[in-house]
């Protein structure tokens, strides 16, 4: 198969959005929400709609039942323009939770979005680290027997995260990825190219939850916006005007002192009356972002911050990679594109390391003191969008597209240590 004429196609399945598109791009070609409109209403029928009509019928409902769907921005305007139309969320926490959904929307990717024939072209699917074996052994039964593509490979985020890192001049395959994306934030290390999987971490807050923050924030104050439209507003807010502060109390101080610096307006209209109204947007700009260095504000169950589940991961590492890891913090996924984001888990993280160092002098085991550890995140401008550039580079590499080892049967590689055959008809 030519890479060329026929590029691989890489799709990065997140609970937020799915990035997809063909290897050797730069960016994805579609980048959508990963929701999944349904048709309720051939389900909700009553039963003796179904007895009295023909068999005719019931299959024609039954055909029509599994091809009226829509998937991403048009799923979400159909389900608020029709009561017909439920919204089904395939992943949940960085998981697929529902399969049938799933298999949909690859449908309406390769067909309807992409536009091509999945048994002209290899795929390159991510998953979340820590996910079950079971859930590869369905993706591979989803794409070979429905969609009967000539080969897959299913590569862990992380890694193709750290991938997307490449500079000319440097190739460093070791380092820790933090992915903060909408359903699930992880810590992952990796040493050579291979994942440590005893210590992998991770928290219950993402991009969802600071929005969640935000909204509640803004509903506790008495901003006057839509029920219906709250969640809506707290996530364009988020991404339009939070940013990542050094101090919340001289934050505060400054909002205090030039109100009409900091604060911002935002301008909507109601979706109902279409009556336009406006909200300020004041100190959630910095307390979004700030759940993940305190956690606390937002959830008292929640003690660990962001660094130190970071320092914690590195530390149960093996003792050879621990500096080469803090000196390669990779950042990953939409919700690490906070203005200052890279610089606070910088400096916090800093601390924390020194605070150690400084500990272990004063013990004074030996008369040996220990040498400064360089603590060092990486932040890019692809970041957002860095699992699925990573493995656009992978996926354009002449080494992605394996030979027959004999004949009639094609090799396909699904990870580093599994590699299964399927019979070419």
């Known amino acids: 198969m030519d890479p060329i004429s026929r590029p691989a196609i890489v799709i990065d399945n997140g609970t937020g959005y799915t990035k997809m598109g063909f290897a050797g791009n730069v960016e994805p070609c579609f980048v959508q929400p990963t929701v999944v409109a349904i048709n309720e209403s051939f389900v909700k029928q009553p039963r003796s709609a179904v007895k009295n009509s023909n068999?005719?019928?019931?299959?024609?409902?039954?055909v029509m039942a599994d091809l009226d769907f829509f998937i991403g921005d048009e799923g979400i305007s159909r389900s608020k323009s029709s009561n017909t139309y439920n919204l089904s969320y395939p992943i949940k926490y960085g998981q697929v939770d529902n399969w049938?959904?799933?298999?949909?929307?690859?449908?309406?990717?390769?067909?309807?979005?992409?536009?091509?024939?999945?048994?002209?072209?290899?795929?390159?699917l991510t998953e979340s680290p820590l996910t079950a074996p079971e859930s590869?052994?369905?993706?591979?039964?989803?794409?070979?027997?429905?969609?009967?593509?000539?080969?897959l490979y299913i590569a862990v985020q992380p890694v193709l995260a750290l991938a997307a890192g490449y500079t000319t001049s440097k190739c460093e395959m070791t380092g820790v990825v933090v992915d903060v994306g909408d359903g699930a934030t992880h810590v992952v290390p990796v040493a050579d190219g291979y994942v440590i999987g005893s210590s992998i971490r991770s928290i219950p807050l993402s991009g969802k939850?600071?929005?969640?923050?935000?909204?509640?924030?803004?509903?506790?104050?008495?901003?006057?916006?839509?029920?219906?439209d709250s969640l809506e507003v707290a996530r364009k807010v988020k991404e339009s005007y939070c940013y990542t502060c050094s101090d919340i109390v001289k934050e505060y101080n400054k909002h205090d002192k030039e109100p009409s610096?900091?604060?911002?307006?935002?301008?909507?209209?109601?979706?109902?009356?279409?009556?336009?109204?406006?909200?300020?947007?004041?100190?959630?700009?910095?307390?979004?972002?700030?759940?993940?260095?305190?956690?606390?504000?937002?959830?008292?169950?929640?003690?660990s911050s962001l660094p130190e589940v970071i320092d914690k991961c590195i530390q149960s590492a093996p003792i050879d990679t621990r500096r080469a890891l803090y000196k390669n913090i990779v950042l990953s996924g939409g919700s690490t594109m906070f203005k200052d984001f890279h610089r606070r888990l910088q400096r916090d993280l800093k601390k924390l390391v020194d605070a150690r160092i400084l500990k272990s002098d004063a013990r004074?085991?030996?008369?040996i003191k220990a040498k400064p550890v360089d603590v060092n995140v990486v932040s890019h401008p692809i970041q957002r969008c860095a699992v699925w550039f990573g493995g656009s580079v992978l996926a354009s590499t002449p080494e992605f597209f394996p030979y027959p080892k004999k004949p009639g049967v094609l090799t396909l590689s699904l990870s580093v240590s599994e590699t299964y055959e399927r019979r070419v008809q």
């Open 55 to 62: 068999w005719l019928a019931q299959h024609s409902a039954g």
């Open 100 to 124: 049938d959904a799933m298999e949909r929307y690859w449908q309406q990717c390769i067909f309807n979005y992409l536009r091509c024939d999945p048994e002209d072209h290899y795929f390159l």
């Open 136 to 151: 590869r052994e369905y993706i591979g039964e989803i794409m070979f027997e429905t969609f009967n593509v000539p080969g």
């Open 209 to 228: 939850d600071v929005t969640l923050f935000i909204q509640q924030l803004m509903r506790e104050r008495g901003e006057h916006i839509p029920p219906e």
């Open 261 to 303: 610096k900091y604060i911002k307006q935002w301008k909507d209209i109601k979706p109902k009356t279409g009556a336009p109204y406006t909200c300020d947007v004041g100190y959630e700009r910095f307390l979004g972002p700030e759940i993940f260095f305190s956690p606390e504000i937002y959830s008292g169950e929640l003690t």
């Open 364 to 367: 004074g085991i030996g008369g």
